[in-house]
């Protein structure tokens, strides 16, 4: 199994708080994935990092941030967070993007529920 | 922009018989890659199957196999010898682009009727 570390791996939280979920990887992958699941939509990419310091934003980025100051580390902060915000979040580490290397291996996921 | 489609919310089989998942998708990227994911009740992602698009030969693991068709767009995904363990929510995916992100279809719940 690939070594990847979420935490917290469940939290409750009110709206308006700071939060911030942290990803932890011991593979030296590259890139780095920031997903959140709901019903009915699958998971859906929020951020993702291609390297140290570096990052862009997916599909659902409104009200998310990331930060990846060494490899192994990717944070996911919600700076005010809201009821639409609760989910599952997962990480996800990737080799490359090139044959054998584009394989996403997925963290166990935080469940994090905004009241 | 890329878009995945399953259409089947829930799909049910008997132990040792064969059920198929259906996905199709759209893509505008030359290069890209299909994917089965599957998740337990565990919530853990598992991958189960790749498949190169530029490949005409289906991937196959173990009992797990796909029939991919390019023209069509359509990646379906059959499980023979199904196992009470195979109960889960299946999740087809592709990627593309330099960023390898992937785009997620909305699942297929399977049980596994003893």
């Known amino acids: 199994d690939a070594g990847i570390t979420q935490s917290p791996r469940h939290k409750v939280t009110e709206t308006g708080t700071p939060v911030t979920l942290r990803c932890h990887q011991t593979?030296?992958?590259?890139?780095m994935y920031w997903y959140r699941q709901d019903p009915g939509h699958g998971l859906r990419l929020i951020h993702y990092?291609?390297?140290?310091?570096?990052?862009d934003k997916g599909e659902v980025s409104d009200g998310y941030s990331v930060s990846r100051s060494k490899t192994e580390d990717f944070l996911l902060t919600l700076e005010s967070a809201t009821s639409s915000q609760t989910s599952v979040y997962f990480c996800?580490?990737?080799?490359?993007?090139?044959?054998?290397?584009?394989?996403?291996?997925f963290g166990a996921g935080t469940r994090l529920s905004v009241l | 922009a890329q878009t995945v489609t399953q259409s089947q919310p829930e799909m049910s089989v008997q132990e040792a018989e064969t059920v198929t998942l259906s996905c199709t998708y759209d893509?505008?990227?030359?290069?890209?890659?299909l994917f089965w994911y599957k998740q337990p009740p565990s919530r853990q992602m598992i991958l189960v199957i790749r498949?190169?698009?530029?490949?005409?030969q289906n991937a196959t693991e173990n009992r797990f196999s796909v029939n991919f068709q390019k023209a069509a767009k359509s990646f379906s995904l059959k499980i023979s010898d199904s196992q009470l363990g195979d109960a889960a929510m299946y999740f087809c995916?592709?990627?593309?682009?330099?960023?390898?992100?992937?785009?997620f279809g909305t699942g297929t719940l399977l049980a596994v009727q003893p």
């Open positions: 893509t505008s990227e030359s290069d890209y890659y």
């Open positions: 593979e030296n992958h590259r890139y």
């Open positions: 996800a580490i990737s080799e490359g993007q090139l044959v054998a290397k584009n394989i996403q291996y």
């Open positions: 498949q190169e698009a530029y490949k005409q």
């Open positions: 990092s291609y390297g140290v310091k570096d990052t």
């Open positions: 995916a592709t990627n593309g682009g330099a960023t390898n992100k992937l785009i």
